[in-house]
């Protein structure tokens, strides 16, 4: 049941390792194609991991979302007692499912993953906990560019490396790189797309700069502006994608830099719009109610999915024209 704090089990008993992984599943299914094709790439322990940790991330932002400012920072430090009671294998005495996704997802950390690898998911769900309580914290309040840049990395960037490490994407050591320019580009989009529902939550998401260009020149220099920062941003990851080795994890860049291009290159970066992976509703349709095999029907089928190109020809040549032109100073891309 749904309740101001989150999702409730009705009743207080323990939940099993594949209710918690079925029911992970679900919430991000029930969300979009993105957030739940995310968890069809990986093997199965990786998969059941990240589902878990992504389900655990999402819940937490709803509830945040919905409060004000204090009270996202209350409930943000008691999740950080959450996290450091599992971290230590505390039994858990919380009937919100999120909690039971969050225990799974450490115990698996602890079982499967190997030491650099859990230093690497520690470092991305510290910067994920200080990224909310700064977000929390800047509601009604502008940033400055720099300011604003670091929040992305830390947010966006620290998503990421979560999901590359979780999911164990091998890309030729590229994974930092990887991450720092797709949490860039997809932080500088969201931000933007998801404008005016935020400045009903109390976010700003333009920077000082960038509102003193609203007032001075309209709307349209601002998402110019942001979006050449992004296209440049994504084409450096997909000239990166040319140097991963793994087929699998070098679609999966090439494949959301076209996701995260399209809104730009088809003029719809503006407030309110969206930004998606064609086809990805039909495979949803296609795959079965049951998570256990929607999973592994999906995991056979996503590497053919992955493999249909986001973006026309004529699309990718004038995206490639567009970040070759150097002579516009793009304060974003640095």
């Not at 939940?15 to 029911?23: E, I, K, R």
């Not at 509102?211 to 309209?218: I, K, P, Q, T, V």
Request: with cysteine.
């Amino acid at each position: 049941m749904r309740t101001w704090a989150g999702i409730a089990l009705s009743r207080d008993y323990a939940l099993s390792y594949d209710a918690a992984v079925c029911t992970a599943r679900k919430l991000l299914r029930g969300r979009d194609f993105l957030h739940y094709g995310s968890q069809l790439i990986p093997e199965r322990v990786e998969s059941e991991t990240w589902s878990m940790a992504w389900a655990y991330i999402r819940e937490v932002d709803d509830v945040i979302d919905s409060l004000g400012s204090i009270e996202a920072r209350e409930v943000l430090r008691s999740e950080w007692g959450e996290v450091l009671r599992a971290a230590k294998g505390e039994a858990c005495r919380s009937r919100l499912l999120r909690h039971a996704w969050l225990r799974f997802f450490l115990e698996n950390l602890r079982q499967y993953y190997s030491e650099a690898e859990r230093e690497k998911v520690w470092r991305a769900i510290r910067e994920l906990y200080w990224s909310a309580l700064v977000d929390a914290a800047r509601r009604g309040k502008s940033m400055g560019g720099r300011e604003m840049l670091r929040l992305l990395k830390y947010k966006a960037v620290a998503f990421f490396r979560l999901y590359f490490t979780l999911g164990r994407l091998r890309m030729n050591g590229y994974e930092e790189r990887v991450a720092e320019l797709l949490g860039t580009a997809l932080g500088l989009l969201d931000d933007l797309v998801d404008a005016l529902y935020d400045l009903k939550m109390g976010y700003v998401n333009f920077t000082k700069a960038e509102l003193w260009s609203l007032r001075a020149s309209g709307l349209g220099l601002v998402l110019r502006q942001r979006g050449r920062a992004i296209l440049r941003l994504l084409m450096r990851a997909r000239r990166i994608a040319e140097h991963i080795s793994n087929s699998l994890a070098r679609r999966v860049v090439l494949r959301l830099t076209e996701a995260f291009a399209a809104p730009v290159l088809e003029g719809r970066l503006i407030p309110g719009a969206s930004y998606f992976l064609r086809g990805g509703s039909l495979l949803l349709r296609l795959l079965p109610d049951d998570e256990r095999v929607a999973y592994e029907v999906g995991h056979k089928l996503i590497k053919a999915f992955l493999s249909v190109p986001q973006l026309t020809p004529a699309l990718l040549a004038l995206w490639r024209r567009l970040t070759l032109e150097g002579a516009i100073h793009l304060k974003w891309c640095g």
